[in-house]
């Protein structure tokens, strides 16, 4: 018996054809113009960085002391150091992050674990954080004057100390409270990517072995996102130490040589003594150096901050690395 001869496939010539050769260097061109565009951009943007960091520098690296950083402005702040606003900096920085980790590490929660596939609360929660991420920081020192010192204060103070003007007025709380709502997207959008970023095969297997969602939540998918929540707070804390609109009505103060007893008292910031010095002082030459001492420690402090967000986020990856 004979057998039959199939005809053998045609080959796939559409995907063995190369390319013409003019579309072929119109493509390089392309790419070569894409990745010099960006390389001169970047290279702009870093040089101007550079160009900034080495004026604050010189201008500011003479003046750290120890005395600068411990003591208190005198002579109507021409003279002594910035030991209160490095206070105050530090405590508005812990009260903010006390504050909006929290809340936005939960509502990532609900909205990547809980929330249904099509829910109108859930798509209303991020329309909302999208809408607050581009409100000018000015619109929340206003807020925060017309809610918290002027609304929310007087009301506890009625309930609680009979009318007696105590939380009716700006003061560190306040104004932690207006930074935790200004630094809240970020780390909603953070912690919203670290847990996207948690393979779905991972819960599946703790819900199989009799896990429930909350416990899988807790022990599976907070450890393997801890780098991404823990880089999104450090990022929400560097941007709010340096803020000025949003506390400038709603505690921060001008000059105060003391350090603040308690969450309803004034306090001075970093951000804003750089403000005051470079557009109110009273003698520019002699406050000049204050200023760029000031500076100086405020572009130190967030630079440690982001540092700490790449130590920490490095240290998780290596412990949940198997």
């Known amino acids: 018996m ?5 005809p053998k496939p045609e080959a796939n010539t559409h995907a063995s054809r190369p390319l013409p050769g003019g579309l072929l260097r119109a493509h390089d061109t392309s790419a070569r113009w894409i990745v010099g565009t960006t390389a ?4 702009l943007l870093v040089a101007m960085l550079l160009v900034v960091l080495a004026e604050v520098v010189r201008g500011g690296a003479a003046q750290l002391s120890p005395e600068f950083l411990t003591q208190a402005p005198t002579g109507g702040m021409t003279a002594g150091g910035i030991c209160p606003a490095i206070v105050g900096t530090a405590l508005l920085t812990i009260l903010m992050t006390v504050a909006a980790v929290p809340a936005g590490v939960a509502t990532a929660l609900y909205l990547t674990e809980y929330a249904p596939t099509n829910s109108r ?3 209303l929660v991020r329309v909302s954080v999208a809408n607050l991420a581009g409100v000018p920081s ?3 020192g206003l807020f925060g004057l017309g809610f918290f010192v002027s609304t929310l204060g007087p009301a506890v103070d009625r309930v609680f100390f009979g009318g007696e003007t105590t939380f009716a007025r700006p003061s ?4 932690a409270a207006t930074l935790a709502i200004l630094t809240l997207p970020v780390v909603v959008v953070a912690t919203e990517e670290a847990l996207r970023a948690v393979p779905r095969e991972l819960r599946d297997a703790s819900l199989a072995l009799g896990a429930t969602r909350f416990q899988t939540v807790v022990h599976v998918v907070l450890p393997e996102a801890l780098g991404g929540i ?12 340096g803020e000025v609109a949003p506390i400038m009505f709603t505690g921060v103060a001008y000059f105060l040589p003391k350090l603040p007893e308690t969450v ?6 970093l951000g804003y003594h750089v403000y005051v010095l470079a557009t109110q002082s009273p003698d520019v030459e002699r406050t000049q150096p204050i200023l760029y001492g000031t500076a100086l420690v405020l572009v130190l402090l ?3 901050l982001n540092l700490g967000a790449v130590v920490l986020r490095a240290r998780a990856a290596r412990t949940s690395a198997p």
């Open 264 to 269: 309803n008292d004034s306090f001075m910031s």
């Open 2 to 6: 004979t057998a039959l001869a199939l």
């Open 302 to 304: 967030t630079f440690l």
């Open 230 to 241: 823990l880089t999104g707070a450090i990022l929400a804390v560097s941007r709010g130490a």
């Open 121 to 123: 609360l859930a798509r």
């Open 138 to 140: 000015i619109v929340f």
């Open 172 to 175: 560190l709380l306040w104004a």
């Open 40 to 43: 001169t951009a970047s290279a």
